[in-house]
């Protein structure tokens, strides 16, 4: 299945995670806190 979401994340303004749901169990909250820092440091 191309394509599906794997996991949902909530941040607030500073990147910590506030909600998420994971579907598959293949991402980590850290993982997408350090995703938001990567994009911050783009901008």
């Given amino acids: 299945m191309a394509g599906a979401t794997s996991a949902l994340f909530l941040l607030d303004i500073k990147g910590r995670v506030l909600v ?24």
């Fill in 20 to 43: 998420w749901r994971d579907y598959r169990g293949d991402v980590s909250a850290t993982q997408a806190e350090r995703f938001f820092m990567k994009l911050i440091e783009k901008e």
